[in-house]
């Protein structure tokens, strides 16, 4: 099994809601502000998804492999400006999800 870690950035938006998340369309956990949740999958792609009420992030397809864990960074992606936007249009540009490189 290959191994996926998710670490959620501490941020004054939502710090007091969890970020659902999923690996191929099915939820697996929560995450809250400021945690780091590791995960066993099957090595191979997976497509990853946060989620929080009708909002969320792109999904994002990961290569892990046995041999390196793949650590991906979400965090709130909202400018407080443009909040309408991120609730209605943009809804799945809510959380940022980023690959550490």
Not at 40 to 55: F, H, K, L
Not at 75 to 80: E, F, K, L, M, T
Request: charged share 30%.
């Amino acid at each position: 099994m290959a191994k996926l870690v998710i670490e959620r950035t501490k941020a004054f938006r939502d710090v007091a809601r969890a970020y659902k998340i999923r690996f191929d369309g099915r939820e697996v956990g929560k995450i809250g502000s400021g945690e780091r949740k590791t995960f066993e999958v099957p090595a191979g792609v997976v497509a990853v998804q946060m989620g929080i009420d009708w909002c969320g992030s792109p999904i994002l397809d990961v290569e892990v492999n046995e041999d390196s864990p793949k650590v991906l960074t979400c965090r709130p992606n909202v400018n407080p400006f443009l909040a309408l936007l991120y609730i209605t249009i943009w809804r799945n540009q809510y959380i940022a999800l980023e690959e550490e490189i």
